[in-house]
């Protein structure tokens, strides 16, 4: 059963205290629809993110620790330091089956302690141990977790901070260990790490040894809606073919030929280096220096979109970077060296940062002159200095905003201070729309209208003009919340938008398993029931519809080769929370 | 007459543009009524404030030219790359008189260069004239300004940006040069530097050689009021005694004795050293030096707060730091020095900094662990950073919440992104309704509720206590800014809140001046008109009453010696505006 809730209180006196109490009035909810429903009622809106009065909340997915597929996501709740809203970051690997199996339907962390100690926080099936160890003060994630195996064994998952994390930086990520036991799946965005280290906890040490699956409440129900939930994904193409072959970074060439593959910080719709890096090369050199282009970041995962990553010689550098970060280090700043950015991957891994956030930031350095576009070494040191943190380590480190504030930049593509991801607005409207409007600030994965508009997975949306996009992103951020919510990996969503029959597996799935049919109703029930708490929580906070809007030179600046600018009123943007 | 807008359009192809034209909608404002004005009605609200769109407005007051005693104050508008918001500073010093005399209402400074250059603008009685003049690239506005006066003769007032402004730092001030044509006279908060820095202008240098004073449309009338008027100013105890004797400083004994004396980046509310920092002492000093301590900042100044500080070999250093001054670099950073304090207001004028800002943000730096609290030198060495533009002084000249979340810092003094100057709003909670509630972000000129609270001027309303503060503080904001548009130094209020017969006076200098009979409601009426213009921009900017908050630590950290925290309550901070 997932039915407690882990409180450990960082405050106490005399050092950490743990409380296992009943989910009570959040019986029911997982992954999104929980940390958000904790922040939303127990964080106060005007706290300070570094703050006692903020909570970290990790929450498995409701399918997660059971064995229904691509269920390993888990969730990461705060309020955000980079943002100032709610935040969701969520994340693969391990960690989410393995808290899920020990029972706990979230772990919460809460106050701050009073001495400067920092802690790690061990949990297997017979309960909890806090230790303060300041040995691993400023380590790497790669050294933190290798020292974990070494204390604890190698049938453990970690959720750790890097040295940004630490040093509170509104860019640091939690990493998860993968299947491998490397810390290379990151609850990456809003500075979730931030918020972990202000808590003064480096690492949480998980080993299920001894637990079972989660039991479905029907198990033959269950079993059926599995199988035929897997099928419907390998025949799919882009979840059978397209991501296990390559990788996510399958849309390297996609979105370049759409025009909306952003360049040296959003000045140009396609990168003339772009076959350099795309999904084909990268895969290609994978398998050619002994790695692998076909891999899963968690058991239990059919869709394999990752791989593992080999230098020249053929040691294990980073696993295979996502499309996003191949972007954001590469095509953003002009770079077109994969070795490059598969270095500037495993940096970001080990300091634990978003790598979105860290390739928009440098980006906008580079706007500013610290860099020359295209310069991968001088990207790679710029990346080194957040690792010391130095004064201009610890700039970068606080994402694309600050270093555009602090630097005096105007070119600045952010919105509630995150960075936007890698699809120009200009040139896939929808996306857009979500970046104005979702809750986490700019967030691909909130509403990934890339589908309708350049995929033409759900449909077909024009991409270049307005019509159409505020009624696909409002319908993907409210399908989005719910499956962040479940523990599903989100790519799951091609197959479920375009084939009903895999749109009931899940409902069967989810259904079976806690005993109560599931309709379609009801998944946008609980989606519509997360955007809600998640938009009233931001508005305690004190956003408005002004805050739901895109920089101005995405509505000024013509972006090649469409040469076509954001065109979505703001008034239709103040209708997409209209339903 | 003051009767042409001049409005320069830095966009244009080929160079800046210049346009003379009529007042028009704006006729009869001044000062900050003219600037909230200009910039509500054409800055778009969610523009960049380094952007095109954004304004740079220059407006002398209503009176300001005239032989009015106290009318050289000068109000800069734009909107704010601190506060995000609306923002007016306004300054003493020669350039109020001298653009009045030259016929012009506002100067308005619009667009952005296409060119990288740095521009210089010469205004006289002929006309205006625009040079690129990248020689005067980073010069400090000491340097500037004595170039100026190499090329233009000593009878120029020069308004000025130095390497901060240049830099775009939020906390770049513009300086106007005094009666000695010395920088020191400066529109400090908000970051109006920077938004001068981005129009590529670094000086407006203005010549009055051949114009006359503004004739008052009743000359008897307006020669007897002003007499009635200085008279009033000199016999009041606070601008007849205690601020020509002490100058502005003469309060750090007065509020110190209170409890209210932020020391320690607003950890306790006295300071130690505080005799060695005072007023007093301060005047002492400077007439054992050779300087002067009762001087004006500008012609027709009849309080003459200031001074003028030699160093320990009698050379001039710095005008007399003002309280704020000597309270931001001294007792909030532990610092009991005066020379070090004196040579750190040398640095913030000659760099074009706000000396608010960066005490308070050399305060959050050591509360950060940058240097130790009362280590005077290492503060002076952060000052240099800033002035070199290394990425740590970037941090800092971005201003205390900059500098506080880059560094991770919880204990960050700021409303709306800008510094709470030298009142703890604990233990003078008025100050605390006004920081809370501005239009300005934390500003003690926007409402002083020092008067009531601490010198019993204009009534008395217990400071430790909430009651009675909102109605307090309304109506000083309300008449500040009244006052603020007319072109008066502020000090008269203290005047004209005890003695009914120096009100009438200020009100019949203006209405002989205008030929329109004034009364006190004429006068409460402008201030509303002007509060309300401010606050529907801040509004269409995105701010909401969850941003007119004091930080939390103020409401839960209790303030030695009274220990007290902030106890007014937020809903009665939503009704300031309700009247």
């Not at 929450?59 to 969730?75: D, E, F, H, N, Y």
């Not at 072959?245 to 003339?272: K, M, Q, S």
């Not at 890096?277 to 899963?296: K, L």
């Amino acid at each position: 059963m997932m039915d407690r809730l882990l409180r450990i209180n960082m405050s106490a006196e005399g050092g950490p205290m743990v409380s296992t109490v009943p989910v009570g009035v959040y019986a029911g909810l997982g992954g999104r629809a929980l940390t958000s429903a904790v922040i939303s009622s127990e964080v106060p809106p005007l706290a300070h993110p570094l703050g006692e009065d903020n909570k970290l909340v990790i929450a498995p997915g409701m399918l997660s620790g059971s064995v229904a597929a691509m269920s390993g996501r888990i969730s990461v709740g705060c309020k955000s330091p980079l943002t100032g809203g709610i935040k969701e970051a969520n994340a693969g690997g391990q960690p989410s089956q393995v808290l899920a199996r020990l029972g706990y339907a979230a772990l919460i962390l809460e106050g701050k302690p009073k001495d400067g100690d920092l802690y790690k926080i061990f949990i297997n099936k017979d309960g909890v141990k806090i230790t303060p160890d300041n040995s691993l003060r400023m380590l790497g994630n790669y050294d933190l977790v290798e020292k974990m195996k070494g204390e604890y064994g190698d049938k453990i998952a970690c959720i750790s901070i890097g040295p940004a994390g630490e040093m509170k930086m509104s860019a640091a990520s939690i990493a998860c260990t993968d299947i491998e036991v490397r810390p290379t799946r990151h609850a990456a965005r809003g500075g979730v790490g931030a918020v972990m280290g202000s808590k003064g906890v480096k690492v949480i040490v998980l080993d299920d040894t001894g637990m079972a699956s989660r039991a479905p409440k029907d198990p033959e129900k269950f079993k059926a809606a599995n199988k035929a939930f897997v099928e419907g994904l390998k025949k799919h193409s882009v979840t059978g073919e397209g991501l296990p072959t390559y990788g996510t970074n399958v849309l390297a060439n996609v979105i370049n030929e759409a025009g909306g593959y952003p360049t040296h910080n959003f000045l140009w719709g396609r990168f003339p280096g772009v076959s350099l890096i795309s999904g084909e090369t990268q895969a290609e050199t994978e398998i050619a220096r002994g790695g692998v282009a076909t891999h899963g970041c968690h058991r239990g995962c059919t869709i394999r979109c990752s791989g593992i990553y080999m230098d020249k010689e053929g040691h294990y550098l980073t696993k295979q970077p996502e499309y996003e970060t191949v972007w954001s280090h590469g095509a953003n700043c002009g770079i077109d060296d994969l070795d490059a950015i598969a270095m500037m991957d495993r940096l970001d891994d080990d300091f634990g940062l978003d790598t979105i956030e860290m390739g928009a930031t440098i980006g906008v350095a580079m706007e500013a002159g610290l860099a020359r576009f295209g310069d991968a070494q001088a990207a790679i040191n710029l990346m080194k200095e957040v690792g010391k943190g130095s004064p201009l380590g610890r700039i970068l480190g606080n994402g694309a905003a600050v270093t555009g504030k602090v630097f005096g930049v105007e070119r600045v593509p952010v919105v509630k201070g995150q960075a936007l991801p890698a699809y120009d607005p200009r040139a896939i409207q929808g996306m857009g729309v979500t970046y104005a409007t979702s809750t986490m600030g700019a967030d691909h994965t909130a509403g990934y209208a890339v589908t309708a508009n350049v995929l033409k997975v759900g449909g077909y949306v024009d991409p270049l003009k307005p019509e159409g996009q505020i009624e696909l992103s409002r319908n993907l951020q409210i399908a989005t919340a719910a499956i962040d919510s479940t523990g599903m990996c989100l790519f799951i969503a091609f197959a479920i938008l375009d084939q009903p029959e895999t749109f009931q597996a899940l409902l069967d799935l989810l259904g079976s398993f806690y005993g109560n049919p599931m309709t379609g109703d009801d998944v946008t029930a609980l989606g519509k029931k997360v955007l809600t708490m998640e938009r009233d929580f931001n508005e305690r906070a004190g956003f408005t519809n002004k805050q739901d809007r895109l920089p101005e030179f995405f509505k000024k600046e013509k972006l090649p080769p469409h040469d076509t600018t954001f065109q979505v009123a703001d008034a239709d943007l103040d209708k997409v929370y209209n339903w």
